[in-house]
């Protein structure tokens, strides 16, 4: 059973906008921190955006500060990447994660989850 669902990812030309969608299964997201992460190719994993009520926190990558943002939907347990003006840069594969952390700083990947989506790919053409 999926308990963790990423979607909403596709092939978009430079200065459009797409939605990612976090969808949970089995538990309710206002229970944990839900945090995004895009990989590109040769590169690390980074933290895009997190949102945590438990801890009063949201979290933006400076180079998605007044593009990107984050929300929560309770009624369908989804929590929402909405990407605006989007660049090149952006392209990757984005993942969301769920666990039990603050989002005052960037999350990292090697925190210990208690879920991860299967990652939806972004592209973004110039």
């Known amino acids: 059973q999926v308990q963790l669902m990423d979607s909403g990812g596709g092939l978009v030309q430079s200065g459009g906008s797409l939605r990612l969608s976090c969808a949970a299964s089995?538990?309710?997201?206002?229970?944990?921190?839900i945090a995004w992460f895009r990989q590109a190719p040769g590169k690390e994993p980074e933290g895009v955006s997190c949102i945590s009520t438990t801890h009063d926190s949201i979290y933006y990558r400076d180079s998605v500060k007044g593009r990107f943002t984050i929300s929560r939907d309770d009624a369908k347990n989804t929590v929402y990447l909405q990407m605006n003006s989007l660049k090149p840069e952006d392209t990757a594969r984005y993942t969301c994660a769920a666990g039990s952390f603050t989002c005052d700083v960037a999350p990292k990947y090697y925190y210990s989850m208690d879920y991860w989506g299967k990652g939806t790919q972004v592209t973004v053409s110039s």
């Open positions: 089995g538990f309710t997201l206002d229970e944990r921190a």
